[in-house]
C-alpha cells in the first residue's frame, strides 16, 4: 500500500526539542551546550519533513544538499543511507549541523515554515553527522593514484574540502597548516562548548585515512613561498585556502591600554593554546572580571559565552545597531542572553578610559538611533547628541570583525583584489597558473559550508587543470561482476583517470 501523502494538517506541529544544558550550569562549564538529538526524537523530527517535490530547502543550502533525500532515508530508519546522500555534497554534516545559520539558509525557506515552525533540518543532519563518527562509517573508496601532487595552504573548512576531493581523485595531498593543529576557525575559534574538539578531530582523521599529509606549524610566506610549492618543491597545483584571521580594532583612542584584546587572540588562547588551564600550559589569559565585548556576530558572542566561562562576573555586549542587526546565529544570540550576557544595543564605543596604570578604566560609549538603510540594506546607526556615557569594566574585547592576513600577498605573485583579498576567477584560479583558492580568504569572513563549498569547487576546476576526469563507476554493476577485481555494493565507488 503506497504511503499517505503528508500534509501541514497531518505532520507534528511542535519543533521537536533538543535537550541543553541549564543555562546557570553551562555558563561555567566548556561541555557542549546542545546534546542532540536522539534517534527518537530524529525520527520525529524527519516526519514533519513534507517532501516537497519544488525542494525550496535545496535551494536555500549555499552546497545544495538533497534535504529531502536525507531526510527520507532517515525516516525509514536508513541513517547510513542519509548519511550517503548527505556525503554526495558535503565532507562535515556533523560540523555543520551544529554551526550552520541554517535560519537564514535551508529553514528559513523550509514549506512547512510558512505555516508552523520549520523542519529542524541542521538538527538532523547533525544527527547523522554523529551516527557516522560513532559507527565510523567514512568509506574510503578504491583511489587509483594520478601521479600528481597538490598543496593545500591552510586546513580549515575550504582547505579540508579540497584535500578530500583532490585526496579521492588520486593526488598525493599535503595540507601546510601555520597554526600547531589542522582545522582553521573550527579549532581555534568556535569554542568546545559549540563545535567539541573530537568532532573536528574525527573530521581530520577521515582525512588522514584518505592519504593526505598534514604538516602543521609551517607558515606559508614565511618558510617558503608559494611560487617555491610548484618549483623547487614539486607541487603541480596549490589550493590557497589561509581565511580571514587578521583582527581589526576601531582605531578609537585607548585601544593600546592593557586588557584591551581581539576576539580572535582570546579565542585561540583559550581553544588552542589551553589558556583556561593555564598555569598547567604556559598561555596566560589576562581578563579581569567585568569584559565588554564590542560587536554582535559569532565572534562576539564566542568571546562572551567563554568569558562567561573564565569566570568575569559581568559579560557585556556593545554593538551599535539594535538586536534585530546582529549578525550572530540566532541560536547564539538565545544562548547569550540565557546565559547572563547584559546587552547595550544601540552604544557607540568612542573611547577606552585609562584606569590609571595603564589598564582599562571604563569603556566611553554614546546613544545611537537607527537612520536611513546603508549600502548593507541595515539601517545606519547614527549618534544621539549629547548621549555620551560611561561603561564600568577592566577589560575590552573587540569583536568588529577580521581582515585578509597580507603575508601571501606581499610574499608571492598573487594578484589581490581591492580589499586585499586573493583576486580569483569564477573557477577560484588565481592569477598564477595552476593556484586556486577559496572560502574566507577570496570572500572575506562568510560561514563554514559556504568555505568548504568553495574548497569542492576549486577543487573541480584543479582536476581539469590536472587533466583529470572523474568517472563515477559503482563497484556493482547489477549483473553479479566485480570491475576492476572489486568487490562491494551500495554507493561507494571507484575513481577512473581519463586524461
Ligand atoms: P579558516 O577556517 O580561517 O582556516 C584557515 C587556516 O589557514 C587557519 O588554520 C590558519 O591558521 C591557516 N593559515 C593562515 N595563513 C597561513 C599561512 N600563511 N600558511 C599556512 N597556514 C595558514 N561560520 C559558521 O558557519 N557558523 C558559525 O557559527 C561560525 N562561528 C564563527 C566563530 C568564530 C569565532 C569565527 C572566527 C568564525 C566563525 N564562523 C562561523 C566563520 C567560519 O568559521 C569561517 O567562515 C570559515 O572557517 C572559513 O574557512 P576557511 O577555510 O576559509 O578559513
Ligand atoms: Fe522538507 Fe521543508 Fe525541505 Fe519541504 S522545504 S522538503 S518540508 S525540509
Redesign the pocket.
Known amino acids: 500500500m503506497a504511503a499517505k501523502k503528508r500534509t501541514i494538517r497531518t505532520i507534528p506541529r511542535e519543533r521537536t526539542p533538543m535537550a541543553e544544558q541549564p543555562a546557570a550550569e553551562r555558563a561555567r562549564n566548556f561541555r557542549e551546550v546542545a546534546c542532540g538529538f536522539t534517534l527518537a526524537e530524529a525520527l520525529r523530527e524527519s516526519e514533519r519533513c513534507l517532501l516537497c517535490p519544488d525542494e525550496p530547502c535545496v535551494r536555500g543550502c549555499p552546497v545544495g544538499i538533497d534535504i529531502p533525500g536525507f531526510i527520507a532515508k532517515l525516516g525509514e530508519k536508513d541513517i547510513h543511507g542519509a548519511f550517503d546522500v548527505l556525503s554526495d555534497t558535503t565532507l562535515l554534516p556533523a560540523i ?1 549541523g551544529r ?3 541554517q535560519e537564514t539558509q535551508c529553514e528559513q525557506v523550509c514549506t512547512v515554515g510558512q505555516t508552523l515552525e520549520p523542519v529542524a533540518i541542521g538538527r538532523l543532519e547533525r544527527f547523522v553527522g554523529d551516527a557516522a563518527i560513532s559507527e565510523s562509517w567514512s568509506s574510503v573508496p578504491f583511489i587509483e593514484p594520478a601521479g600528481f601532487k597538490v598543496a593545500i ?8 574540502a579540497c584535500a578530500a576531493d583532490m585526496a579521492k581523485a588520486g593526488c598525493q595531498v599535503t595540507v ?4 600547531q593543529q ?9 569554542p568546545e562548548f ?1 563545535l567539541p574538539n573530537e568532532v573536528v578531530d574525527a573530521e581530520i582523521a577521515k582525512l588522514v585515512r584518505l592519504g593526505i599529509t598534514f604538516r602543521t606549524n ?5 618558510l617558503f613561498t608559494i611560487e617555491q610549492l610548484l618549483t623547487e618543491m614539486g607541487f603541480d597545483a596549490v589550493f590557497v ?5 587578521t583582527p581589526t580594532f576601531m582605531d578609537i583612542p585607548g585601544e593600546a591600554l592593557a586588557r584591551v584584546v581581539s ?2 587572540e582570546l ?1 585561540t588562547r583559550v581553544n588552542l593554546m589551553h589558556a583556561r588551564d593555564f598555569p598547567s600550559f604556559d598561555t596566560p589569559l589576562g581578563i579581569g572580571k567585568k569584559v565588554a565585548v564590542i560587536g554582535a556576530g ?2 562576539a558572542m ?2 562572551m559565552r567563554v568569558s562567561l566561562r573564565l569566570g568575569a562576573e559581568k559579560v557585556m555586549c556593545v554593538y551599535r545597531r539594535s538586536r534585530d542587526e546582529a549578525p550572530a ?1 540566532a541560536e ?1 544570540l538565545h544562548h547569550a542572553e540565557d546565559e547572563g550576557v547584559q546587552f547595550h544595543w544601540l552604544t557607540n564605543p568612542i573611547a577606552i578610559l585609562d584606569d590609571g596604570s595603564r589598564g582599562v578604566g571604563a569603556l566611553r560609549c554614546q546613544r545611537m538611533e537607527l537612520g536611513e538603510p546603508d549600502a548593507s540594506g541595515r539601517r545606519r546607526p547614527v549618534a544621539i547628541a549629547d548621549s555620551d556615557f560611561d561603561l564600568d569594566c577592566d577589560t575590552v574585547v573587540v569583536a568588529i570583525g ?1 581582515d585578509a ?1 597580507p ?2 600577498g606581499q610574499t608571492s605573485g598573487l594578484a589581490l583584489d581591492d580589499r586585499g583579498y586573493l583576486a580569483v576567477d569564477a573557477d577560484l584560479a588565481t592569477s598564477i597558473d595552476g593556484v586556486f583558492a ?4 577570496v570572500t572575506g ?7 568548504m563549498g ?2 569542492r569547487r576549486a577543487a573541480r576546476a584543479m582536476k581539469r587543470y590536472l587533466g583529470l576526469v572523474d568517472s563515477d563507476v559503482p563497484y556493482d554493476d547489477g549483473l553479479g561482476a566485480a570491475p576492476f577485481g572489486l568487490s562491494g555494493s551500495g554507493r561507494d565507488y571507484v575513481r577512473v583517470r581519463a586524461v
Not at 609551517?218 to 614565511?222: A, E, Q, Y
Not at 577559496?438 to 580568504?441: A, C, E, M, Y
Not at 569572513?445 to 568555505?451: G, K, L, N, P, Q
Open positions: 555543520c554551526v550552520c545559520p595552504v591552510g586546513s580549515g573548512p575550504a582547505g579540508m601546510f597548516e601555520a597554526f589542522p582545522g582553521g576557525v573550527l579549532r581555534y575559534g568556535i559549540r609551517v607558515l606559508v610566506g614565511r585556502g589561509v581565511g580571514a584571521g576576539a580572535n579565542l559569532n565572534t564566542d568571546a546565529r547564539e577580521t592576513n603575508i601571501l577559496g572560502g574566507d580568504i569572513a562568510a560561514t563554514v559550508i559556504e568555505a568553495a574548497g
